[in-house]
Antibody, heavy 122, light 107 residues
Framework: QLQLQESGPGLVKPSETLSLTCAVSGGSISSSSYCWGWIRQPPGKVLEWIGDIYYSGSTYYNPSLKSRVTISVDASKNQFSLKLSSVTAADTAVYYC??????????????WGQGTLVTVSS | DIQMTQSPSSLSASVGDRVTITCRASQSISNYLNWYQQKLGKAPKFLIYAASSLQSGVPSRFSGSGSGTDFTLTISSLQPEDFATYYCQQSYNTPYTFGQGTKLEIK
């Protein structure tokens, strides 16, 4: 069974870069059928898609975050990463890593990691 | 961006009840609509794609319908493990967007 696990600092200072890694187990990140990405949920707010990356390296970002986001894959470690630069308190959220799967023309997010809370504060 | 609006925001129901949650898109999304269930402190769990196709392993008491801008998630007979927050999500185009959630509580 595929499992995803986020890791990274739980506290980041304003203006710095948030860095998270998602370890994939139970399957290969190099599968051609999936994208790997990130979704966040600020406390009490709506889930927000950040972006994802195809195994080949093609990336898809939310335009609202695109200037600050980088998602990358390390196939040798079977993991992928998120970097979000110039963070502010508005970036405080639970960050989930997820797989974007598809069937013909339909996409969905499954599974999800357990989520990791990142707080932006000095 | 396509805005997704769910109603109601919260709902109280009893075990055995039939409940329906509505999701409306700000523009037509055909049937590019997914549903997720999230329990407190847990990651969302994928339930339904293409508006009405149940993910493998999801109990048949869950069903989805709709097309265009209006969609529903129905639970035919609530079980204790169904009390959670439910989210819709459009996969019609990027950025993929979610509804604000419907919290289903025990009456």
């Amino acid at each position: 069974q595929l499992q995803l696990q986020e890791s990274g600092p739980g506290l980041v200072k304003p203006s710095e870069t948030l860095s998270l890694t998602c370890a994939v187990s139970g399957g290969s990140i190099s599968s051609s059928s999936y994208c790997w990405g990130w979704i966040r949920q600020p406390p009490g707010k709506v889930l927000e898609w950040i972006g994802d990356i195809y195994y080949s390296g093609s990336t898809y970002y939310n335009p609202s975050l695109k200037s600050r986001v980088t998602i990358s894959v390390d196939a040798s470690k079977n993991q992928f990463s998120l970097k979000l630069s110039s963070v502010t308190a508005a970036d405080t959220a639970v960050y989930y890593c997820t797989r974007r799967a598809y069937n013909s023309r339909w996409y969905w997010f499954d599974p999800w990691g357990q989520g990791t809370l990142v707080t932006v504060s000095s | 961006d396509i805005q997704m609006t769910q109603s109601p925001s919260s709902l109280s129901a009893s075990v055995g009840d039939r409940v329906t949650i509505t999701c409306r898109a700000s523009q037509s999304i055909s049937n590019y609509l997914n549903w997720y269930q999230q329990k407190l402190g847990k990651a969302p769990k994928f339930l339904i794609y293409a508006a009405s196709s149940l993910q493998s392993g999801v109990p048949s008491r869950f069903s989805g319908s709709g097309s265009g801008t209006d969609f529903t998630l129905t639970i035919s007979s609530l079980q204790p493990e169904d009390f959670a927050t439910y989210y819709c999500q459009q996969s019609y185009n990027t950025p993929y967007t979610f509804g604000q959630g419907t919290k289903l509580e025990i009456k």
